[in-house]
Nanobody, 115 residues
Framework: QVQLVESGGGLVQAGDSLTLSCAAS????????MGWYRQAPGNQRDLVAT???????TYADSVKGRFTISRDYGKNTMYLQMNRLQSEDTAVYYC?????????WGQGTQVTVSS
């Protein structure tokens, strides 16, 4: 088991930057893939970005060039650097981790971008 806790969300203006953090309750070395998802009201939960144990990253087309996913094994933490935020980025952002057949989710953090 691992607990994931997101932080860093908030209310920002269009064009601003924000960094989300996902702190794990134990080592993330064993995680095969970690990622960020988001869910806007009335919408399904969509993939934003992922990073594998081999450091391969993938991004949704809508965030490519603006968002950067990274992790710090020493701090057991994953990050999402979000630049040039747009109103369409408004959503609850969830941290996700996959370890063998197990899937873990955080509780989510709200990001609101005003235009």
């Amino acid at each position: 088991q691992v607990q994931l806790v997101e932080s860093g969300g908030g209310l920002v203006q269009a064009g601003d930057s924000l960094t989300l953090s996902c702190a794990a309750s134990r080592s993330i070395l064993s995680m095969n893939t970690m990622g960020w998802y988001r869910q806007a009201p009335g919408n399904q939960r969509d993939l934003v970005a992922t990073i594998t144990s081999g450091s391969t990253t993938t991004y949704a087309d809508s965030v490519k060039g603006r968002f950067t996913i990274s992790r710090d094994y020493g701090k057991n933490t994953m990050y999402l650097q979000m630049n040039r935020l747009q109103s369409e980025d408004t959503a609850v952002y969830y941290c996700n981790a996959r370890e063998l057949s197990y899937v873990y989710w955080g509780q989510g953090t709200q990001v609101t971008v005003s235009s």
